[in-house]
């Protein structure tokens, strides 16, 4: 279990859907921090039926958190959030081609998660389905090519 998680943008669209997943699925933390703009910190939001003050995001806002954070946050608090020890799940664009980033699908490679070094990049949600459909072919009869469209 988890001493604290972050959820940024919790007052979002993305972050209320993170918010019913983790609720949905019983993500174990000891204790859950929502993070948001300026203008959003001092509302209360309802999770898991009860009541959770919406924090000010700041770059001091992820000591001691795993957090995951939207794409135009990532650039300026996410290596903040790394050196104060966060493990970070960056769902943005911004990382996700950096070598030195584990790039992870779940369902594919785990392990990568468990090894990176404090963040972990996910490919876009066009890109994760994909692959996760293709993996089962490629292991059974090794997929070679793949042209794919996609009109986001």
Do not use: W
Not at 126 to 148: E, G, M, N, W
Request: aromatic content about 6%.
């Amino acid at each position: 279990m988890f001493q604290q998680v972050a959820v940024v943008g919790a007052t979002g669209a993305v972050g209320q859907i993170i918010l019913k997943l983790l609720e949905e699925r019983q993500f174990r933390a000891a204790k859950f921090k929502l993070l948001a703009s300026a203008r959003s910190a001092g509302k209360t939001v309802t999770f898991r039926g009860q009541p959770h003050r919406i924090e000010e995001l700041t770059f001091d806002a992820f000591q001691g958190c795993i957090a995951s954070t939207p794409d135009d946050i990532a650039a300026k608090y996410l290596p903040a959030a790394v050196e104060s020890g966060a493990t970070v799940i960056d769902e943005s664009g911004y990382f996700r081609m950096r070598p030195e980033v584990a790039l992870v699908i779940p369902e594919i490679n785990p392990q990568d998660a468990i090894n990176a070094k404090g963040l972990i990049a996910s490919p876009n949600c066009s890109t994760t389905q994909l692959a996760v459909a293709l993996k089962p072919l490629h292991d059974a009869a090794r997929v070679v090519r793949v042209i794919v469209s996609s009109y986001q």
